[in-house]
């Protein structure tokens, strides 16, 4: 949309400049219903437009994008659970250890006494 | 607050700039400040459905009103004040009735008798504001929702592409304007421009008040382009400034969690971050403003001229 050569549709869209189509549906649509208390009219020039003001009380708190660039708490959350994952992985490490231990102590064990009581 | 109601179409001739983004956004905007909306879909495809999360219709009602006059089916209260005519398939059957009748010289009533019979319940009162979603590549359709509107919003993209649908919709417009004499171009709303890319959205608003020619203006606020915010809502049906609120309320739930060592699912996290998220909620509520206030504009222009 940057480029020079632009078309200049002003004209189309004030209608000093007819469209080089007819509408689609010209002269298809039946006769316009009379227009229902409230709809659009020119005649009725002392209604009010919809206010702005409203809008405004649900503006939400603009937070600018660049300022979020870190999200402290995902930085926590990050944290905690690497601080978790290296936990859980330490007390993998260590039990499976401990296991070694015992199955290898017990076996042992088990060893000595079958020479002990060895006729 | 106001007895009139201004029936503002969205549209442009090229797929995928985001009108129905764009018009579920500012429905849910203009809703939540206490005006009284009803979105009409006329998309057969039916996209409005996932971003008001209302699901998909078949959009029967609506082809039949258009063809044959019959009354519309209404989904009521998809957000406080804001009511639905949804779209779908059966809108394809809409073309080849107004030509095959067309063709036999018989009229058909369109959109217009049908939206005027149509009220919010509950109340006397009429809507404030009409928002009607249009698909690109259906002229009749489209032709159709420009005889039943005062006001069009076109929404653009910054690239070379979007022109050709500028182009293509106000030789529409134009050929409209001969049916509804009284249809007004509102504005164009930038959409999906990547945030902080402030050069390129003044060059662009540049070009297109060039290619405009003071028919109307640029809306000074544009829609900014982020994906992950555009997943988080169309998968949960939220709004821009729902997901803002979303965000907010998971913010504190992350810290509570955090505080009862409780393991975090990621599985069913928000892909969108919180601070992009109330950036994109204050887009949406900006331009709300900017087209309530242009509408208030136009209008008070008209009754300078009906009191000449």
């Not at chain 1, 004209?11 to 006769?31: C, E, K, Q």
């Not at chain 1, 995902?74 to 250890?97: K, S």
């Not at chain 2, 020619?213 to 709004?239: K, N, Q």
Request: aromatic fraction near 4%; charge should be neutral; charged fraction near 20%.
């Amino acid at each position: 949309m940057t480029g020079n050569a632009r078309p200049n549709l002003g004209g189309l869209f004030n209608g000093s400049t007819p469209a080089d189509r007819v509408s689609s549906i010209a002269g298809r649509l039946g006769p316009r219903l009379v227009s229902a208390p409230g709809t659009p009219s020119a005649e009725n020039p002392t209604i009010e437009a919809p206010t702005v003001e409203q809008a405004a009380d649900v503006t939400q708190q603009r937070t600018d994008h660049r300022a979020g660039w870190i999200d402290p708490i995902r930085v926590l959350e990050l944290y905690f659970g690497a601080l978790q994952a290296a936990l859980d992985a330490n007390r993998e490490f260590v039990m499976g250890l401990a296991g070694v231990f015992v199955t290898r102590g017990t076996r042992f064990r088990d060893g000595l006494d079958s020479i002990r009581t060895r006729p | 607050m106001c007895d009139m109601r201004r029936v503002v179409a969205i549209a442009n001739g090229k797929g995928g700039v985001g009108k129905t983004t764009l018009t579920a956004g500012l429905a849910g905007q203009v809703a939540a400040a206490g005006h009284r909306v009803l979105v009409v879909d006329t998309d057969p495809q039916g996209n409005l459905g996932r971003d008001l999360g209302y699901g998909s219709g078949d959009g029967n009602s609506l082809g039949l009103a258009i063809t044959h006059g019959l009354p519309l089916d209404v989904i009521r209260g998809v957000r406080e004040r804001l009511d639905v005519v949804p779209g779908g398939p059966s809108l394809w059957d809409v073309a080849p009735a107004f030509t095959s009748r067309g063709a036999r010289g018989q009229t058909l009533p369109g959109l217009r008798p049908a939206l005027e019979r149509l009220r919010p319940a509950g109340t006397d009162a009429d809507y404030d504001l009409v928002l009607i979603d249009t698909p690109p590549g259906e002229p009749i359709l489209q032709d159709l929702v420009f005889a039943s509107s005062d006001y069009l919003i076109i929404p653009t993209r910054s690239d070379e592409a979007s022109l050709d649908g500028l182009v293509v919709v106000a030789q529409r417009f134009a050929a409209a304007r001969a049916v509804n004499p009284d249809l007004t171009l509102l504005g164009v709303a930038l959409f999906g421009v990547r945030a902080g890319s402030t050069r390129l959205i003044t060059r662009v608003r540049s070009a297109l008040q060039e290619t405009l020619g003071g028919a109307a203006p640029v809306f000074s606020t544009s829609i900014r382009y982020l994906e992950s915010a555009a997943v988080d809502m169309r998968s949960r049906g939220l709004l821009p400034h729902e997901l803002a609120q979303i965000h907010r309320e998971d913010k504190s739930q992350r810290i509570n969690r955090l505080r009862q060592g409780v393991k975090v699912d990621t599985g069913d996290a928000l892909l969108s971050r919180d601070s992009s998220a109330a950036g994109l909620a204050g887009d949406y509520s900006d331009l709300a403003r900017e087209v309530l206030g242009s509408i208030r504009t136009r209008d008070d222009a008209a009754r300078v001229e009906v009191a000449v």
